[in-house]
Structure formats: structure tokens, C-alpha cells
């Protein structure tokens, strides 16, 4: 089993470049997640999943949009990337929705905007 | 909305000392607890996790937890610290909801001297 997998590790863009995080996972998870890691402020949730085809907005979600049109996918995209979006993001997942889950987590995508 | 403090930003502590790292987290019902763990360049791992029942439980590497309803925390021991301890560590809260928004805290790096 790979798990949850997320590419690319690292990326470098210009602001107002777009770009594509994937996010990919075997474990037939109901629930898929998109998460940016800040120094000092922990993981902030950005937008998430239940089902395939249907996504809802968590914390910070201005400037990504996500869908999810397979079970196994869960696309970022950054429409037009700004210096604010320079972050790690992790792609989590867990067997089904709720506060109880135990999240998987991806190995990350360092993501630097110039 | 629920949210988790962790007051230490840095601890290091000698390898064989014991450890303990401080959570606080503020929500209306009884919460859903987790500590998970971040080596570096790697995804969360999952350690330990509170529902219900038992105030103490146990997790993975001999790591261990308390929760206390009255304090509103959630501390993580370890009688021991082993050199490969050595990572960060995040508190987070579960809202008791379909979409599993987990709230984390900033999260404490641990260092462990020889």
C-alpha cells in the first residue's frame, strides 16, 4: 500500500502562476483533506471531502480550489499563486468523515512563491 | 469553534529524562483529543487518541497521555526519552461533526541532548 501520496515534494512558482498539488490515495478513504503548515500556527485546514463530488471550504480557503471527481483524488489548485500562499501543504485522508477519524497524511509539498 | 494551545514552542531535554508536553484546548462538548508526531520532511504520524472512558491512554512508542476535563488539557508524556524522539509534535481537537475538522495547535519541537 503507498497510502497517501503527494506530488510534486517541492515547488517553486511566480506570483500569479498557477499550478496543480495532487494528491492521491489507495486505501479507498471516504474522506480526503487539504491542510498548509505555517511556522508557529500548526496545520490550518483548507478545503475538504466526504464523497466523491462533493467538497466544502474548511479554515483558509481563499485562493485554492479543489474537486474531487474519483474517490482516490483530491487535486489542490492555485489559481494565481501570491507570496501568502509559501507554505508546506499536506494531503490527509481517513476511512470516513467525522472528529473521531485517525487522519493519514502525506509526506507534504514544500511550496515557495516568489 | 474549538481551538488548542500548546504553550511550549521549543523543550530539549537529555536523552533517558522524562517529557512531558503541555496542551490546552477549548471546546464546548467533550472533545476528541489527538497527539500526532512530525519527523522531518515527513507527514503526520498519529500517536495517541482520546474519546472517552479511561482519562489515560496509551499510544505508540511508549508515549502516553492525560486528559483532564477540569484543566481543560491534554498533556503527552514519556517516562523516557530516546534520541529518536526528536521531532514535533501537534495537539489537535476534533469537532464532533461530519466534516472532521481537526484543529491543531502550533505544535512543540522537542530536541533531545545526548
Known amino acids: 500500500n503507498a497510502g497517501v501520496t503527494q506530488t510534486p515534494k517541492f515547488q517553486v512558482l511566480k506570483t500569479g502562476q498557477s499550478m496543480t498539488l495532487q494528491c492521491a490515495q489507495d486505501?479507498?478513504?471516504?474522506?480526503m483533506s487539504w491542510y498548509r503548515q505555517d511556522p508557529g500556527m500548526g496545520l490550518r485546514l483548507i478545503h475538504y471531502?466526504?464523497?466523491?463530488?462533493?467538497?466544502d471550504q474548511g479554515e483558509v480557503p481563499n485562493g485554492y480550489n479543489v474537486s474531487r471527481s474519483t474517490t482516490e483524488d483530491f487535486p489542490l489548485r492555485l489559481l494565481s499563486a501570491a507570496p501568502s500562499q509559501t507554505s508546506v501543504y499536506f494531503c490527509?485522508?481517513?476511512?470516513?468523515?467525522?472528529?473521531?477519524?485517525?487522519?493519514?497524511f502525506g509526506s507534504g509539498t514544500q511550496l515557495s512563491v516568489l | 469553534a474549538q481551538s488548542v494551545t500548546q504553550p511550549d514552542i521549543h523543550i530539549t531535554v537529555s536523552e533517558g529524562a522524562s517529557l512531558e508536553l503541555r496542551c490546552n484546548y477549548s471546546?464546548?462538548?467533550?472533545?476528541?483529543l489527538f497527539w500526532y508526531v512530525q519527523s522531518p520532511g515527513q507527514g503526520l504520524q498519529l500517536l495517541l487518541k482520546?474519546?472517552?472512558?479511561?482519562?489515560l491512554v496509551q499510544g505508540i512508542k511508549g508515549f502516553e497521555a492525560e486528559f483532564k476535563r477540569s484543566q481543560s488539557s491534554f498533556n503527552l508524556r514519556k517516562p523516557s526519552v530516546h534520541w529518536s524522539d526528536a521531532a514535533e509534535y501537534f495537539c489537535?481537537?476534533?469537532?464532533?461533526?461530519?466534516?472532521?475538522?481537526?484543529?491543531f495547535g502550533g505544535g512543540t519541537r522537542l530536541m533531545v541532548k545526548p
Open positions: 490527509a485522508s481517513s476511512y470516513r468523515a467525522g472528529g473521531r477519524e485517525k487522519l493519514f
Open positions: 486505501m479507498n478513504h471516504e474522506y
Open positions: 471531502s466526504v464523497g466523491a463530488g462533493i467538497t
Open positions: 471546546y464546548g462538548a467533550t472533545p476528541y
Open positions: 482520546y474519546f472517552s472512558g479511561d482519562t
Open positions: 489537535a481537537v476534533g469537532a464532533n461533526n461530519a466534516g472532521n475538522m481537526l484543529t
